[in-house]
């Protein structure tokens, strides 16, 4: 059975760093691995997918990777701001099923 | 270009009463239809997909129902509340194509008193 799992859970970073947030998953039959978007109260928004023969893709300030054979996704945000605080979700999506997702990073970024 | 509709947005019901949400979708045809729902720490849980009208897949046991009576429409029933099924639901929707981007709709915060 798939399992996604993101680190950290949460991370508070000052205005202008550049981070890195981590997805692994269990199972490395994928279609794709998309990354997510939450503010609070609200539904998810997408930010990057990733085909599984694909290795990056790149949205403006965030850049994901993907390493199918090991399982694991990183998005990464440059320059940080302030409205990039909200929780970020990775999911994979794989045959027989729909989107299992991670339990999300919840980041804060102070001016 | 398309659209995912889903309402209400904030509900709140008696134990015991029934359930009815809806999601539609604009802009496309024959999409994938799913429900998810998420509980605080928990994580999304997939609840119902669907692949055509009729056709529902139930992945978890539970006291929830999925409808499906037209392409666009998707509905997520419950003949009596529990205080379990307290959470924030979600719609999304994808092309029938196994390897494409799913997009989410606002979510409905379900409260059961």
């Known amino acids: 059975k798939q399992e996604v799992t993101q680190i950290p859970a949460a991370l508070s970073v000052p205005e202008g760093e550049n981070l890195v947030l981590n997805c692994s998953f269990t199972?490395?039959?994928?279609?794709?691995l998309q990354w997510f978007r939450q503010d609070p109260g609200k539904g998810l928004t997408s930010l990057l997918l990733i085909q599984s023969s694909q290795r990056e893709q790149t949205s403006g300030r965030l850049n994901a990777s993907l390493d199918k054979s090991s399982g694991r996704s990183t998005l990464y945000i440059a320059a940080s701001q302030p409205g990039d605080s909200a929780t970020y979700l990775c999911?994979?999506?794989?045959?027989?099923?729909?989107?299992?997702f991670g339990k999300g990073t919840t980041l804060s970024v102070s001016s | 270009s398309q659209t995912i509709h889903q309402w209400p947005a904030t509900l709140v019901q008696p134990v015991g009463s029934p359930l009815s949400l809806e999601c539609t979708v604009e802009g496309t045809s024959n999409p994938n239809l799913y429900w998810y729902r998420q509980a605080a720490g928990r994580g999304l849980q997939l609840l119902f997909y669907?692949?055509?009208?009729?056709?529902i897949s139930s992945e978890v046991p539970q006291n929830l129902s999925a409808s499906r009576p037209q392409d666009r429409q998707f509905i997520l029933s419950s003949k009596k509340l529990l205080l379990s099924d307290s959470g924030f639901y979600l719609c999304a929707w994808s092309h029938r194509q196994a390897n494409t981007e799913a997009f989410f709709g606002q979510g409905t915060r379900l409260t059961v008193v």
């Open positions: 199972d490395s039959a994928i279609y794709n």
């Open positions: 999911a994979v999506n794989q045959a027989g099923t729909a989107l299992i």
């Open positions: 669907s692949v055509g009208i009729g056709q």
